[in-house]
């Protein structure tokens, strides 16, 4: 299997997300291998993709993110 870019974690997420977080843990392994590969900083997801879109859901995924060693940040802040 070859390594996913981030934007390919990225859409891995937002499925998972879909999915009532089926197997979010590994998409998000997976998308810090990439941002490690690639240099980023922090993780860019756009709110509107989100199932849970308002300020509770994305702080809660920022946390959970950043338990996990993912910085997270959404494309309208």
């Known amino acids: ?3 996913l ?3 390919e974690a990225t859409e891995s997420i937002y499925a998972s997300l879909r ?3 089926a197997d979010i843990d590994t998409h998000i392994a997976a998308l810090k291998a990439a941002l490690a590969r690639e240099g980023i900083k922090q993780a860019v ?3 509107t993709k989100l199932a849970q879109n308002n300020r509770s859901g994305r702080k809660l995924m920022q946390a959970y993110f950043r338990q996990r060693g993912v910085s997270v940040k ?3 802040q």
Do not use: G, I, K
Request: net charge negative; no cysteine; hydrophobic share 40%.
């Open 74 to 76: 959404f494309s309208d």
């Open 19 to 21: 999915a009532d977080n």
């Open 45 to 47: 997801f756009d709110p």
């Open 5 to 7: 870019t981030v934007a």
């Open 1 to 3: 299997m070859s390594e």
